[in-house]
Protein backbone atom coordinates (compact mmCIF):
# COMPACT_ATOMS: atom_id res chain seq x y z
CA UNK A 1 0.00 0.00 0.00
CA UNK A 2 0.79 3.25 -1.09
CA UNK A 3 0.24 7.23 0.32
CA UNK A 4 -2.53 7.69 1.93
CA UNK A 5 -2.85 3.97 2.16
CA UNK A 6 0.55 2.87 3.57
CA UNK A 7 -0.88 2.63 7.49
CA UNK A 8 -3.64 0.96 7.35
CA UNK A 9 -3.48 -2.12 9.93
CA UNK A 10 -5.80 -5.08 11.44
CA UNK A 11 -5.38 -6.91 14.54
CA UNK A 12 -6.84 -8.55 16.87
CA UNK A 13 -7.77 -6.81 19.79
CA UNK A 14 -7.14 -9.06 22.41
CA UNK A 15 -3.71 -9.11 23.68
CA UNK A 16 -2.25 -12.86 23.96
CA UNK A 17 -0.48 -12.22 26.80
CA UNK A 18 -3.69 -11.67 29.29
CA UNK A 19 -6.36 -10.87 27.00
CA UNK A 20 -6.30 -7.31 27.61
CA UNK A 21 -8.43 -5.20 25.31
CA UNK A 22 -5.76 -3.80 22.73
CA UNK A 23 -8.11 -1.32 21.39
CA UNK A 24 -6.59 1.50 24.15
CA UNK A 25 -3.18 0.27 23.15
CA UNK A 26 -0.88 3.07 22.50
CA UNK A 27 0.58 3.01 19.05
CA UNK A 28 4.58 3.87 18.54
CA UNK A 29 5.95 4.71 15.20
CA UNK A 30 9.67 3.20 15.01
CA UNK A 31 11.99 3.31 11.85
CA UNK A 32 10.82 0.34 10.05
CA UNK A 33 6.99 -0.59 11.91
CA UNK A 34 4.26 0.40 14.28
CA UNK A 35 4.10 -1.12 17.42
CA UNK A 36 1.17 -1.26 19.52
CA UNK A 37 2.21 -1.40 22.82
CA UNK A 38 -0.43 -3.36 25.29
CA UNK A 39 -1.40 -0.73 28.18
CA UNK A 40 -1.62 -3.82 30.91
CA UNK A 41 2.18 -5.43 31.04
CA UNK A 42 3.63 -2.67 28.35
CA UNK A 43 3.78 -5.62 25.79
CA UNK A 44 4.40 -4.70 22.69
CA UNK A 45 3.65 -5.99 19.02
CA UNK A 46 3.97 -5.08 15.44
CA UNK A 47 1.10 -4.54 13.97
CA UNK A 48 2.33 -5.56 10.26
CA UNK A 49 3.78 -9.61 11.88
CA UNK A 50 2.27 -9.58 15.26
CA UNK A 51 5.47 -10.54 16.97
CA UNK A 52 6.74 -8.87 19.93
CA UNK A 53 10.03 -8.63 21.74
CA UNK A 54 8.82 -10.89 24.32
CA UNK A 55 8.38 -13.81 22.41
CA UNK A 56 4.34 -13.79 22.02
CA UNK A 57 2.30 -13.58 18.77
CA UNK A 58 -0.68 -11.61 17.88
CA UNK A 59 -2.94 -12.19 15.11
CA UNK A 60 -2.68 -9.71 12.45
CA UNK A 61 -4.39 -10.27 8.66
CA UNK A 62 -3.30 -9.03 5.67
CA UNK A 63 -4.87 -5.49 4.33
CA UNK A 64 -5.46 -4.46 0.52
CA UNK A 65 -6.52 -1.48 -0.63
CA UNK A 66 -8.18 -1.78 -4.25
CA UNK A 67 -9.40 1.03 -6.44
CA UNK A 68 -12.79 0.27 -8.36
CA UNK A 69 -15.32 2.52 -10.30
CA UNK A 70 -17.48 2.98 -7.34
CA UNK A 71 -14.27 4.41 -5.00
CA UNK A 72 -11.27 2.39 -3.18
CA UNK A 73 -12.45 -0.82 -1.20
CA UNK A 74 -10.80 -1.97 1.93
CA UNK A 75 -10.10 -5.73 1.91
CA UNK A 76 -8.74 -7.50 5.28
CA UNK A 77 -8.06 -11.33 5.07
CA UNK A 78 -9.96 -13.62 7.07
CA UNK A 79 -8.71 -15.60 9.89
CA UNK A 80 -7.10 -18.78 10.42
CA UNK A 81 -9.83 -21.77 10.58
CA UNK A 82 -13.75 -21.82 9.42
CA UNK A 83 -15.31 -20.87 6.53
CA UNK A 84 -17.70 -18.71 5.33
CA UNK A 85 -16.24 -16.03 6.92
CA UNK A 86 -17.84 -12.37 6.05
CA UNK A 87 -17.90 -8.61 7.46
CA UNK A 88 -21.20 -8.55 9.28
CA UNK A 89 -20.92 -5.12 10.28
CA UNK A 90 -18.88 -2.16 9.79
CA UNK A 91 -19.56 1.19 11.95
CA UNK A 92 -17.86 4.18 13.78
CA UNK A 93 -17.64 3.88 17.67
CA UNK A 94 -18.62 6.83 19.29
CA UNK A 95 -17.38 7.08 23.04
CA UNK A 96 -19.74 10.39 23.36
CA UNK A 97 -21.15 11.14 26.74
CA UNK A 98 -23.37 13.96 27.80
CA UNK A 99 -22.77 15.27 31.00
CA UNK A 100 -25.59 16.40 33.31
CA UNK A 101 -27.65 19.40 31.41
CA UNK A 102 -27.25 22.67 33.84
CA UNK A 103 -30.34 23.54 36.46
CA UNK A 104 -33.31 24.94 34.44
CA UNK A 105 -35.04 27.82 35.06
CA UNK A 106 -38.54 25.94 35.05
CA UNK A 107 -40.79 26.44 38.10
CA UNK A 108 -41.70 23.49 40.48
CA UNK A 109 -43.68 23.69 43.00
CA UNK A 110 -42.96 21.72 46.37
CA UNK A 111 -45.48 19.38 46.29
CA UNK A 112 -43.77 18.17 42.59
CA UNK A 113 -40.12 17.45 44.02
CA UNK A 114 -38.20 16.05 41.12
CA UNK A 115 -34.54 13.93 40.81
CA UNK A 116 -32.67 15.94 39.51
CA UNK A 117 -29.01 15.53 40.23
CA UNK A 118 -29.06 19.31 41.30
CA UNK A 119 -31.12 17.97 44.77
CA UNK A 120 -28.42 15.05 45.42
CA UNK A 121 -25.37 15.45 47.97
CA UNK A 122 -22.79 16.69 45.56
CA UNK A 123 -20.04 16.46 48.71
CA UNK A 124 -19.30 12.58 47.87
CA UNK A 125 -16.44 12.18 45.79
CA UNK A 126 -15.70 9.34 42.68
CA UNK A 127 -13.32 7.59 44.58
CA UNK A 128 -14.08 7.30 48.65
CA UNK A 129 -11.88 8.97 50.49
CA UNK A 130 -11.64 5.99 52.95
CA UNK A 131 -11.30 2.43 51.93
CA UNK A 132 -10.70 3.25 48.32
CA UNK A 133 -11.23 0.33 45.92
CA UNK A 134 -7.74 -1.14 44.46
CA UNK A 135 -9.56 -3.97 42.37
CA UNK A 136 -12.09 -4.14 39.64
CA UNK A 137 -14.59 -6.14 42.03
CA UNK A 138 -14.33 -3.57 45.01
CA UNK A 139 -15.06 -1.18 41.91
CA UNK A 140 -17.80 -2.94 40.67
CA UNK A 141 -19.79 -3.23 44.34
CA UNK A 142 -19.11 0.33 45.43
CA UNK A 143 -20.52 1.33 42.08
CA UNK A 144 -23.58 -1.45 42.89
CA UNK A 145 -24.18 0.54 45.83
CA UNK A 146 -24.23 3.69 44.83
CA UNK A 147 -27.94 5.05 44.87
CA UNK A 148 -26.88 8.57 42.91
CA UNK A 149 -27.42 7.75 38.67
CA UNK A 150 -25.00 10.54 38.33
CA UNK A 151 -22.42 9.44 40.30
CA UNK A 152 -22.67 5.80 39.37
CA UNK A 153 -21.81 6.87 35.68
CA UNK A 154 -18.94 9.01 36.86
CA UNK A 155 -17.54 6.08 38.83
CA UNK A 156 -18.28 3.56 36.15
CA UNK A 157 -16.32 5.65 33.52
CA UNK A 158 -13.21 6.31 36.27
CA UNK A 159 -13.15 2.10 37.41
CA UNK A 160 -12.99 1.04 33.59
CA UNK A 161 -10.25 3.65 32.95
CA UNK A 162 -8.61 2.28 35.86
CA UNK A 163 -9.40 -1.12 34.72
CA UNK A 164 -8.02 -0.56 31.18
CA UNK A 165 -5.00 1.47 31.91
CA UNK A 166 -3.28 -1.14 34.07
CA UNK A 167 -3.64 0.93 37.63
CA UNK A 168 -5.85 -1.60 39.48
CA UNK A 169 -3.93 -4.10 41.82
CA UNK A 170 -6.07 -7.04 40.38
CA UNK A 171 -9.49 -7.98 39.10
CA UNK A 172 -9.54 -9.82 42.79
CA UNK A 173 -11.80 -12.61 42.02
CA UNK A 174 -9.15 -14.69 44.04
CA UNK A 175 -8.73 -12.28 46.84
CA UNK A 176 -9.68 -13.92 50.69
CA UNK A 177 -12.21 -11.55 51.41
CA UNK A 178 -13.90 -10.64 48.17
CA UNK A 179 -17.11 -8.20 48.90
CA UNK A 180 -20.68 -9.38 48.03
CA UNK A 181 -22.91 -7.40 45.54
CA UNK A 182 -26.17 -6.38 47.19
CA UNK A 183 -29.57 -8.10 46.70
CA UNK A 184 -31.26 -5.31 44.96
CA UNK A 185 -28.69 -1.72 44.10
CA UNK A 186 -30.29 0.98 45.90
CA UNK A 187 -31.89 3.90 44.08
CA UNK A 188 -31.60 7.59 45.82
CA UNK A 189 -34.32 8.32 48.09
CA UNK A 190 -35.97 10.91 45.24
CA UNK A 191 -36.22 7.97 42.88
CA UNK A 192 -37.81 5.52 44.85
CA UNK A 193 -40.96 7.92 45.38
CA UNK A 194 -41.86 7.59 41.59
CA UNK A 195 -40.64 3.83 41.46
CA UNK A 196 -43.96 1.51 40.71
CA UNK A 197 -44.53 -1.78 40.34
CA UNK A 198 -43.16 -3.20 36.53
CA UNK A 199 -45.91 -3.26 34.01
CA UNK A 200 -47.69 -0.91 35.67
CA UNK A 201 -48.00 2.79 36.39
CA UNK A 202 -51.18 5.25 36.47
CA UNK A 203 -51.55 8.61 34.06
CA UNK A 204 -53.53 11.30 33.85
CA UNK A 205 -56.87 12.12 35.75
CA UNK A 206 -59.18 10.76 32.67
CA UNK A 207 -57.71 7.34 33.54
CA UNK A 208 -54.95 7.00 31.47
CA UNK A 209 -52.46 4.36 31.98
CA UNK A 210 -49.47 3.50 30.31
CA UNK A 211 -47.99 0.27 30.84
CA UNK A 212 -43.85 0.32 31.11
CA UNK A 213 -42.10 -2.86 29.70
CA UNK A 214 -38.77 -4.10 30.69
CA UNK A 215 -37.06 -3.36 27.11
CA UNK A 216 -37.77 0.66 27.45
CA UNK A 217 -41.12 0.54 26.05
CA UNK A 218 -43.85 2.46 27.44
CA UNK A 219 -47.68 2.47 25.56
CA UNK A 220 -49.82 5.14 26.46
CA UNK A 221 -53.68 3.90 26.35
CA UNK A 222 -56.46 6.36 27.00
CA UNK A 223 -57.81 10.05 27.08
CA UNK A 224 -56.03 12.03 29.51
CA UNK A 225 -55.00 15.68 30.68
CA UNK A 226 -51.31 15.27 29.26
CA UNK A 227 -50.39 14.93 33.38
CA UNK A 228 -48.23 12.00 34.58
CA UNK A 229 -48.77 10.91 38.10
CA UNK A 230 -46.50 9.49 40.41
CA UNK A 231 -45.75 8.68 44.13
CA UNK A 232 -44.82 12.40 45.05
CA UNK A 233 -47.03 14.08 42.69
CA UNK A 234 -47.76 15.00 39.22
CA UNK A 235 -45.86 16.32 36.70
CA UNK A 236 -46.97 18.41 33.70
CA UNK A 237 -45.44 16.56 30.50
CA UNK A 238 -44.67 19.22 27.41
CA UNK A 239 -47.06 19.58 24.86
CA UNK A 240 -46.76 19.45 20.85
CA UNK A 241 -46.68 17.03 18.24
CA UNK A 242 -45.80 13.40 19.54
CA UNK A 243 -43.85 15.31 22.88
CA UNK A 244 -45.47 13.62 25.50
CA UNK A 245 -44.60 10.23 24.08
CA UNK A 246 -41.21 11.34 22.99
CA UNK A 247 -40.29 12.24 26.86
CA UNK A 248 -42.05 9.03 28.34
CA UNK A 249 -40.07 7.13 25.92
CA UNK A 250 -37.13 8.57 26.52
CA UNK A 251 -37.60 8.66 30.10
CA UNK A 252 -38.72 5.06 29.91
CA UNK A 253 -35.28 3.83 28.26
CA UNK A 254 -32.91 6.17 30.58
CA UNK A 255 -34.50 3.70 33.75
CA UNK A 256 -33.29 0.91 31.38
CA UNK A 257 -30.17 2.05 31.27
CA UNK A 258 -29.61 2.75 35.00
CA UNK A 259 -30.54 -0.98 35.95
CA UNK A 260 -28.86 -2.35 33.03
CA UNK A 261 -25.21 -0.39 33.89
CA UNK A 262 -25.95 -2.21 37.41
CA UNK A 263 -26.43 -5.50 35.62
CA UNK A 264 -22.93 -5.65 33.94
CA UNK A 265 -20.94 -4.57 37.29
CA UNK A 266 -23.19 -7.71 39.35
CA UNK A 267 -22.16 -10.14 36.78
CA UNK A 268 -18.58 -9.01 37.40
CA UNK A 269 -18.81 -9.37 40.99
CA UNK A 270 -21.39 -11.74 41.66
CA UNK A 271 -20.11 -14.72 39.44
CA UNK A 272 -16.56 -13.60 38.98
CA UNK A 273 -15.34 -15.01 42.41
CA UNK A 274 -17.20 -18.25 42.06
CA UNK A 275 -15.85 -18.91 38.32
CA UNK A 276 -12.18 -18.74 38.89
CA UNK A 277 -11.29 -20.05 35.47
CA UNK A 278 -12.71 -16.73 33.72
CA UNK A 279 -10.04 -15.24 31.67
CA UNK A 280 -9.64 -11.52 31.56
CA UNK A 281 -11.25 -10.95 28.41
CA UNK A 282 -14.31 -11.86 30.25
CA UNK A 283 -13.88 -8.91 32.80
CA UNK A 284 -12.46 -6.34 29.34
CA UNK A 285 -16.17 -7.48 27.44
CA UNK A 286 -18.13 -6.56 30.59
CA UNK A 287 -16.46 -3.42 31.59
CA UNK A 288 -16.70 -2.47 28.01
CA UNK A 289 -20.38 -3.01 28.50
CA UNK A 290 -20.99 -1.09 31.91
CA UNK A 291 -19.35 1.92 30.34
CA UNK A 292 -21.41 1.46 27.10
CA UNK A 293 -24.75 1.71 29.24
CA UNK A 294 -23.00 4.41 31.42
CA UNK A 295 -22.82 6.02 28.12
CA UNK A 296 -26.59 5.50 27.47
CA UNK A 297 -28.15 6.15 30.36
CA UNK A 298 -26.27 9.75 30.52
CA UNK A 299 -27.40 10.72 26.70
CA UNK A 300 -30.75 9.94 27.13
CA UNK A 301 -31.29 11.87 30.13
CA UNK A 302 -29.44 14.57 28.68
CA UNK A 303 -32.09 14.35 25.74
CA UNK A 304 -35.03 13.87 28.01
CA UNK A 305 -34.40 17.17 29.52
CA UNK A 306 -33.16 19.07 26.67
CA UNK A 307 -36.50 18.21 25.02
CA UNK A 308 -38.38 18.95 28.82
CA UNK A 309 -36.92 20.64 31.01
CA UNK A 310 -39.67 20.79 33.12
CA UNK A 311 -39.57 16.88 33.31
CA UNK A 312 -35.82 15.91 34.66
CA UNK A 313 -35.05 12.15 35.13
CA UNK A 314 -36.72 10.30 38.13
CA UNK A 315 -39.94 12.68 37.65
CA UNK A 316 -42.13 10.42 35.65
CA UNK A 317 -42.75 6.25 37.35
CA UNK A 318 -39.79 3.69 36.70
CA UNK A 319 -39.52 0.26 37.79
CA UNK A 320 -37.21 -2.12 38.27
CA UNK A 321 -38.37 -5.23 36.00
CA UNK A 322 -34.58 -5.69 34.57
CA UNK A 323 -33.68 -6.67 38.36
CA UNK A 324 -36.57 -8.94 38.66
CA UNK A 325 -34.73 -11.37 35.70
CA UNK A 326 -31.51 -10.68 37.83
CA UNK A 327 -32.67 -12.03 41.61
CA UNK A 328 -33.98 -15.25 39.38
CA UNK A 329 -30.64 -15.80 37.72
CA UNK A 330 -28.20 -14.92 40.62
CA UNK A 331 -27.11 -18.45 41.15
CA UNK A 332 -26.01 -19.69 37.94
CA UNK A 333 -23.53 -18.26 35.43
CA UNK A 334 -25.13 -19.52 32.19
CA UNK A 335 -29.00 -18.50 33.43
CA UNK A 336 -27.67 -14.99 33.73
CA UNK A 337 -26.57 -15.19 30.42
CA UNK A 338 -29.20 -16.41 28.70
CA UNK A 339 -31.51 -14.19 30.26
CA UNK A 340 -30.18 -10.88 30.60
CA UNK A 341 -28.11 -11.02 27.73
CA UNK A 342 -29.90 -13.67 25.12
CA UNK A 343 -33.35 -12.60 25.88
CA UNK A 344 -33.32 -9.24 27.58
CA UNK A 345 -31.00 -7.19 25.37
CA UNK A 346 -31.85 -9.24 22.21
CA UNK A 347 -34.83 -7.88 22.69
CA UNK A 348 -34.22 -4.25 22.64
CA UNK A 349 -32.29 -5.32 19.39
CA UNK A 350 -35.95 -6.20 17.93
CA UNK A 351 -37.77 -3.50 19.41
CA UNK A 352 -35.18 -0.05 18.78
CA UNK A 353 -35.18 0.21 15.34
CA UNK A 354 -39.42 0.81 15.48
CA UNK A 355 -38.27 3.44 18.44
CA UNK A 356 -35.81 4.87 16.18
CA UNK A 357 -38.49 5.47 13.68
CA UNK A 358 -40.76 7.09 15.98
CA UNK A 359 -38.60 9.51 16.91
CA UNK A 360 -37.62 10.33 12.88
CA UNK A 361 -41.54 9.96 11.86
CA UNK A 362 -41.80 12.97 14.64
CA UNK A 363 -39.21 14.99 13.36
CA UNK A 364 -36.49 14.44 16.19
CA UNK A 365 -33.13 14.00 14.75
CA UNK A 366 -31.37 14.28 17.90
CA UNK A 367 -33.18 11.64 19.69
CA UNK A 368 -32.50 9.31 16.89
CA UNK A 369 -28.85 10.33 17.10
CA UNK A 370 -28.90 9.38 20.74
CA UNK A 371 -30.87 6.24 19.71
CA UNK A 372 -28.19 4.88 16.83
CA UNK A 373 -25.59 4.62 19.33
CA UNK A 374 -27.65 2.85 21.54
CA UNK A 375 -28.28 0.16 19.20
CA UNK A 376 -25.19 -0.52 17.61
CA UNK A 377 -24.04 -0.93 21.31
CA UNK A 378 -26.78 -3.30 22.58
CA UNK A 379 -26.29 -6.08 19.47
CA UNK A 380 -22.00 -5.96 20.51
CA UNK A 381 -23.68 -6.70 24.12
CA UNK A 382 -25.63 -9.70 22.46
CA UNK A 383 -22.45 -10.96 21.15
CA UNK A 384 -20.47 -10.79 24.26
CA UNK A 385 -23.76 -12.75 25.91
CA UNK A 386 -23.74 -15.08 23.18
CA UNK A 387 -20.11 -15.63 23.19
CA UNK A 388 -19.31 -16.12 26.91
CA UNK A 389 -22.46 -18.66 27.32
CA UNK A 390 -20.61 -20.52 24.73
CA UNK A 391 -17.96 -20.62 26.06
CA UNK A 392 -19.01 -21.90 29.31
CA UNK A 393 -21.09 -24.71 27.60
CA UNK A 394 -17.24 -25.80 25.39
CA UNK A 395 -16.20 -26.32 28.83
CA UNK A 396 -19.19 -28.17 31.02
CA UNK A 397 -19.61 -32.26 30.83
CA UNK A 398 -21.21 -33.61 27.81
CA UNK A 399 -24.93 -34.22 28.49
CA UNK A 400 -25.48 -38.37 28.21
CA UNK A 401 -27.28 -39.40 24.89
CA UNK A 402 -30.87 -39.31 24.77
CA UNK A 403 -32.84 -42.04 22.81
CA UNK A 404 -33.94 -41.02 19.71
CA UNK A 405 -32.53 -37.72 19.64
CA UNK A 406 -29.25 -36.42 17.31
CA UNK A 407 -26.25 -36.42 19.69
CA UNK A 408 -24.69 -32.95 20.39
CA UNK A 409 -20.93 -33.49 18.39
CA UNK A 410 -19.26 -30.50 19.74
CA UNK A 411 -17.23 -30.25 22.77
CA UNK A 412 -18.82 -29.96 26.31
CA UNK A 413 -22.54 -29.28 25.54
CA UNK A 414 -24.75 -28.18 22.89
CA UNK A 415 -25.23 -24.35 23.94
CA UNK A 416 -28.76 -24.02 21.63
CA UNK A 417 -30.43 -26.86 23.93
CA UNK A 418 -28.69 -25.42 27.22
CA UNK A 419 -30.19 -21.87 26.13
CA UNK A 420 -33.74 -23.37 25.43
CA UNK A 421 -33.56 -25.54 28.75
CA UNK A 422 -32.51 -22.12 31.04
CA UNK A 423 -35.38 -19.92 28.92
CA UNK A 424 -37.74 -23.05 29.97
CA UNK A 425 -36.45 -22.39 33.74
CA UNK A 426 -35.83 -18.62 34.28
CA UNK A 427 -38.55 -16.72 31.94
CA UNK A 428 -42.17 -16.72 31.76
CA UNK A 429 -44.20 -16.59 28.78
CA UNK A 430 -43.21 -16.77 24.79
CA UNK A 431 -40.20 -15.50 23.71
CA UNK A 432 -41.97 -12.90 21.55
CA UNK A 433 -41.41 -11.49 17.90
CA UNK A 434 -40.78 -10.28 16.00
CA UNK A 435 -37.36 -10.57 15.85
CA UNK A 436 -34.36 -8.48 14.41
CA UNK A 437 -32.93 -11.50 12.62
CA UNK A 438 -30.61 -9.91 10.91
CA UNK A 439 -29.04 -8.17 13.84
CA UNK A 440 -29.57 -11.23 16.47
CA UNK A 441 -27.33 -13.15 13.60
CA UNK A 442 -24.69 -10.88 13.86
CA UNK A 443 -24.57 -11.58 17.42
CA UNK A 444 -24.38 -15.66 16.60
CA UNK A 445 -28.17 -15.84 17.44
CA UNK A 446 -29.41 -17.82 15.16
CA UNK A 447 -33.58 -18.60 14.74
CA UNK A 448 -32.82 -22.14 16.32
CA UNK A 449 -31.48 -20.37 19.55
CA UNK A 450 -35.42 -18.61 20.21
CA UNK A 451 -38.03 -19.25 17.17
CA UNK A 452 -40.70 -21.26 19.06
CA UNK A 453 -39.58 -20.81 23.07
CA UNK A 454 -41.64 -20.30 25.77
CA UNK A 455 -40.50 -19.78 29.38
CA UNK A 456 -42.29 -21.98 32.07
CA UNK A 457 -41.71 -19.85 35.13
CA UNK A 458 -44.31 -19.91 37.65
CA UNK A 459 -45.87 -22.79 39.34
CA UNK A 460 -43.52 -25.49 40.78
CA UNK A 461 -40.47 -22.90 40.59
CA UNK A 462 -40.64 -21.51 43.87
CA UNK A 463 -39.73 -25.05 45.61
CA UNK A 464 -36.99 -25.85 43.33
CA UNK A 465 -35.11 -22.25 44.43
CA UNK A 466 -35.98 -22.93 47.98
CA UNK A 467 -34.44 -26.02 48.17
CA UNK A 468 -31.06 -24.81 46.27
CA UNK A 469 -31.52 -21.72 49.08
CA UNK A 470 -31.15 -24.92 51.38
CA UNK A 471 -28.29 -26.70 49.52
CA UNK A 472 -26.22 -23.38 49.24
CA UNK A 473 -26.83 -22.41 53.20
CA UNK A 474 -28.48 -18.77 52.05
CA UNK A 475 -30.68 -17.75 54.63
CA UNK A 476 -34.46 -16.11 54.32
CA UNK A 477 -35.46 -19.14 52.17
CA UNK A 478 -38.73 -18.35 53.38
CA UNK A 479 -38.68 -14.71 51.76
CA UNK A 480 -37.29 -15.93 48.85
CA UNK A 481 -39.96 -18.33 48.15
CA UNK A 482 -42.46 -15.72 48.88
CA UNK A 483 -41.04 -13.27 46.17
CA UNK A 484 -40.91 -15.22 43.59
CA UNK A 485 -44.24 -16.89 44.04
CA UNK A 486 -45.59 -13.74 42.76
CA UNK A 487 -42.78 -12.21 40.44
CA UNK A 488 -43.66 -11.45 36.86
CA UNK A 489 -40.80 -11.45 34.75
CA UNK A 490 -41.08 -10.73 30.86
CA UNK A 491 -41.56 -8.02 28.78
CA UNK A 492 -44.16 -5.95 26.77
CA UNK A 493 -44.53 -5.68 23.18
Same mark, same amino acid.
Not at 221 to 236: L, T, V
Given at each position: ? @?????????????????????????????????????????????? %?????????????? /?? =????????????????????????????????????????????????????????????????? $????????? =?????????????????????????????????????????? %???????????????????????????????????????? !??????????? @???????? =??????????????????? =?????????????? #?????? +?????????? @????????????????????????????????????????????? +???? +????????????????? %?????????????????????? *???? /?????????????????????? !????????? @????????? *??? !??????????????????????????????? *?????????????????????????? !? #?????? $???????
Amino acid at each position: M @KGAYSQIYAMESSCPHLGADMSHAEIEECDDSVIAVCPWHRYDFDL %KTGESETGLRACTY /TV =QVRSSAGGDIVYVETPRGGTGWRLVELRPVSEEFADPPPPTNATISPSEVTATHTQMDDDESIVP $MENPPRTLI =QWAVLILNTPDPSLKVARTRHAVHLFRTAQLSSIGQHAKNVP %KPPDTPPRHELYMKNTVEFGKAKAGKAGEEARVSGNGEMK !VKGKGDGKMIG @KNGSKSLP =QGKGTKERVTMLHALANIE =QWAIDLAWDIIARF #GPSHST +LPPSFYSDFT @KVALDEAKHFSLLRARLEALSPSTPYGSLPVHAGLWDSAWVTRGS +LLSR +LAIIHLVHEARGSDVNP %KTIEKFRRAGDRESVDVMDIVH *RDEV /THVCAGHRWFVWICEREASDPP !VEGKEPWTG @KGIDPVQRF *REE !VRKYWRGEVKGPFNVEDREKAGLGREFYEDL *RGELGAGFTERVVRTSREDGNGEVEA !V #GERLAG $MKVGYEV
